[in-house]
């Protein structure tokens, strides 16, 4: 069996970004004497949050779980609510939002005194609750969140719309709902695309389709619960070939080194040392 590499694959900017963050707001608080937390799950990998758990980080959602400490805002971002919260109960904030999520936080607010406030994005996702817990002068912003064609509807004449998309949504799904979305513009409404799925999963995922030409299957490596890793698997199925969705070099299983070519790629929170351990185990496997 021979091992093919994604040109593109493993830690996005932004996740790095807030990695290191994360370990400063760890010296921080024990220089302090102080608890460190994550606002919920720092990134979308087990094994990440397993090793800053080791590290004395707590995972909580809201400030009663815990008393007052240094707290890190995963990269994901969070609701206006919550960080509001948190402050006025005295934890110091750690903001890890991804700066290009913090750009399109701040688009809504400045969209959404004029516009309705359209969100495509998978339900529930901590981005996509972030982008609908907007605030402007105490007020969250009017949105409607949309997940699948089925829930686009249809506009209502001389409406204006701003769309927002989670930026690690799918593209195929996030191409025909914005071309819906465009059918507005002929039935009298405004239709404004505010920002795009992230370049770097965009690069990621060209890189994969470009994988799957070479590769008798795909190896996904990444978080069950991430969903640019899932998009991953998903592109993988849609191009034809067989795909697996692993999280870590224990579920390596004998069907896999059955390959000719095996094509690796990784989720955008997934660690270099677990893609390395996926590779080391098959190799191993074949001995």
């Given at each position: 069996m021979e091992i093919r590499l994604s040109q593109t694959m493993g830690y996005c900017s932004g996740v790095s970004r807030a990695l290191a963050m994360a370990e400063k707001a760890i010296d921080q608080a024990k220089a302090e004497g102080q608890p460190v937390y994550s606002l919920g799950k720092l990134i979308h990998n087990?094994?990440?949050?397993?090793?800053?758990?080791?590290?004395?980080?707590?995972?909580i959602e809201s400030p009663e779980e815990g008393e007052a400490g240094v707290v890190v805002v995963r990269a994901h971002g969070i609701p206006d609510h919550l960080r509001q919260a948190f402050t006025a109960s005295g934890y110091q904030l750690v903001d890890a939002t991804c700066p290009v999520v913090k750009h399109n936080l701040r688009r809504i607010a400045l969209y959404c005194t004029t516009h309705t406030i359209l969100i495509v994005g998978h339900r529930g996702h901590?981005?996509?609750?972030?982008?609908?817990?907007?605030?402007?002068?105490g007020t969250v912003c009017n949105s409607r969140l949309i997940t699948s064609l089925d829930e686009v509807g249809e506009c209502?004449?001389?409406?204006r719309?701003?769309?927002?998309?989670?930026t690690t949504f799918d593209e195929i799904t996030w191409s025909v709902i914005k071309e819906k979305l465009d059918g507005f513009r002929s039935n009298g409404?405004?239709?404004?695309?505010?920002?795009d799925v992230c370049s770097s999963s965009v690069n990621r995922r060209s890189a994969l389709l470009a994988l799957t030409e070479e590769c008798d299957a795909i190896l996904v490596i990444g978080g069950k619960n991430s969903a640019n890793t899932r998009a991953l698997y998903l592109l993988a199925l849609e191009a034809g070939v067989k795909a697996w969705h692993i999280e870590g070099p224990d579920d390596v299983i004998p069907e896999?080194?059955?390959?000719?070519?095996?094509?690796?790629?990784?989720?955008?929170?997934?660690?270099?040392?677990v893609i390395d351990d996926v590779i080391q185990r098959l190799e191993q496997e074949q001995q």
């Open positions: 087990r094994q990440v949050n397993e090793r800053f758990a080791a590290q004395g980080v707590r995972e901590p981005e996509t609750l972030a982008m609908q817990g907007v605030q402007v002068a209502h004449e001389g409406e719309y701003a769309v927002f998309v989670q409404c405004e239709v404004i695309f505010v920002n896999m080194l059955d390959c000719a070519i095996l094509g690796i790629t990784a989720g955008a929170s997934t660690p270099t040392e």
